[in-house]
């Protein structure tokens, strides 16, 4: 195998990195530069935690759309909240699931003159706790130990890089920023209408981040990754791990030495039921151009020739001179019913409609 078609996903135990850390960031340099992709085990979340968040997830989307409806996000210029089945586009196509995105909280400070971006900082929208007792705990729990695996993970990936273990936190990350997350409902095909097609996100990068952290949240299939060939890889789910892939924000700002690689979901198979998964989004600032890291020759020497992407590249060009407006655009792109109501001449001056 070569290091441009890989055909798995490999798995990293987060526990070596403190009984034999020289290998466990060998292990790593190798799937961040050749993959873009790991699992991570060993990293301290417990399963009965996990298994809980599993039912209020469920639960969540369990609830009557009247409910559901009360969190929408056409609600709020944050585009926090809940998306119906359907709403959100990927390359133009209509992605076949329900979701519910949420992140730390923080309070509404934009106010007219300030920039953008920072519009999308607000507080979440919840279901009533009547409604789904112990949802809103569960959840904000699951942000704050996501947020703090991130973390560890981003000092692992600048030492795997030849820098220094706080050299991305410190640069990119602004300290109390807000992170994203979602819960996500994907249908499977035979509770879909036959024209929907089987498309539950379509092939597409992780936008502005530097790293996803994924929980596939009841073990059915439909992860896909792209290796660098071409060539579309199973991810399934494996218990008690974490799916960990490279945002393209990373990938810029390492110089590209991290492949972001494209990947996507399809809905389940007949009469196997909804996939239940709940993804980390760990972003860097967006309140500065940026400008990428020094890396060490020996490193860079490493960096894929070739990349083979389904994934388009709308606005990349922004990302490095504005990533506020970036992120902003992007969120229009994609929930354009929330993008128009709240951004109008944003929408217009990019010619994104309905």
């Given amino acids: 195998m070569t290091a441009t078609d890989f055909t798995s996903i490999p798995v990293l135990d987060l526990a070596k990195a403190h009984s034999d850390k020289d290998a466990f ?8 530069i050749h993959i873009g992709f790991f699992y991570v085990k060993g990293h301290g979340i417990t399963s009965d935690f996990l298994d809980n968040l ?13 409910d559901k409806l009360k969190t929408d996000k056409i609600n709020s210029p944050t585009f926090l909240g809940y998306s119906i089945q359907g709403n959100e586009i990927t390359k133009d196509k209509k992605d076949n699931r329900e979701q519910f995105d949420f992140a730390n909280e923080l309070p509404a400070t934009w106010t007219e003159g300030r920039h953008i971006h920072e519009r999308l900082t607000g507080p979440n929208l919840w279901p009533e706790e009547d409604v789904l007792p112990g949802f809103r705990q569960s959840v904000l729990l ?13 000092r692992l990936v600048a030492e795997a890089l030849g820098l220094e273990p706080n050299a991305l936190l410190d640069r990119y990350v602004l300290p109390g920023q ?12 035979d509770q879909l209408d036959p024209l929907d097609g089987t498309q539950g996100v379509g092939p597409h990068r992780d936008t502005a981040s530097l790293l996803t952290i994924l929980y596939q949240a009841n073990g059915l299939p439909g992860l896909q990754v792209q290796n660098h060939a071409g060539s579309w890889i199973d991810a399934p789910a494996i218990p008690n791990t974490f799916v960990v892939n490279i945002g393209t924000g990373l990938e810029y700002l390492v110089q590209n030495v991290a492949v972001a690689t494209t990947h996507r979901v399809l809905n389940p198979p007949p009469g196997w039921g909804p996939r239940y998964s709940i993804p980390f989004f760990f972003g860097g600032r967006l309140d500065q151009k940026l400008i990428p890291i020094d890396i060490p020759q020996s490193v860079l020497d490493q960096r894929p020739k070739t990349v083979v992407t389904d994934s388009g590249h709308q606005f990349h060009q922004l990302y490095a001179s504005d990533p506020g407006l970036y992120a902003v655009l992007n969120r229009i792109s994609s929930h354009r019913d929330v993008g128009i109501k709240f951004y109008p001449q944003l929408a217009k001056d990019h010619n994104i409609s309905h």
Avoid at 54 to 66: S, V
Avoid at 143 to 152: G, K
Avoid at 178 to 189: D, E, S, T
């Fill in 54 to 66: 599993t039912k209020q997830t469920i639960g969540y989307f369990d609830l009557p759309l009247e």
């Fill in 25 to 32: 960031l060998a292990e790593l340099q190798h799937a961040l």
């Fill in 178 to 189: 807000q992170n994203r997350a979602k819960l996500i409902k994907y249908p499977a095909v």
């Fill in 142 to 154: 699951f942000h704050s130990q996501a947020q703090e695996l991130a973390e560890t993970l981003t």
